[in-house]
């Protein structure tokens, strides 16, 4: 199972970026998905989920109402829409496969991970 983050980059507060993860290996569209940050000196955090009909969603409360989770079950593929940047928002970001169909936002929920995508929002 491979999952392959990108579409990080340096963005300016108050930009946008989104972020891609295209996952092969395993029935996509049958486990949830999520996406987690980790910022320097800090452990890692989770950021959003979206289970595997793509109907239920859990958002962090930093990041609610400004960044958005979707999934495309027939290209494999999750996104997560950061707008309204801002520099805590700075982390690399992994995306993850879950074991189950419910959104989570344990860690312990998720068996697959990415490599991570950068992000840097300046001020």
């Known amino acids: 199972v491979q999952l392959q983050a990108s579409g990080g980059g340096l963005v300016q507060t108050g930009g946008s970026l989104r972020l891609s993860c295209a996952v092969s290996g395993r029935t996509f569209s049958s486990k949830t998905m999520g996406w987690f940050r980790q910022a320097p000196g800090k452990e890692r955090e989770f950021v959003a989920s979206?289970?595997?009909?793509?109907?239920?969603?859990i958002y962090a409360d930093s990041v609610r109402g400004r960044f958005a989770i979707s999934r495309d079950n027939a290209k494999s593929s999750l996104y997560l829409q950061m707008n309204s940047l801002k520099p805590e928002d700075t982390a690399v970001y992994f995306c993850?496969?879950?074991?189950?169909?419910?959104?989570?936002?344990?860690?312990?929920?998720?068996?697959?991970w990415g490599q991570g995508t950068q992000v840097t929002v300046s001020s």
């Open positions: 993850a496969s879950g074991i189950g169909r419910a959104a989570q936002w344990r860690s312990s929920q998720y068996n697959y």
């Open positions: 979206l289970s595997a009909n793509g109907i239920s969603t």
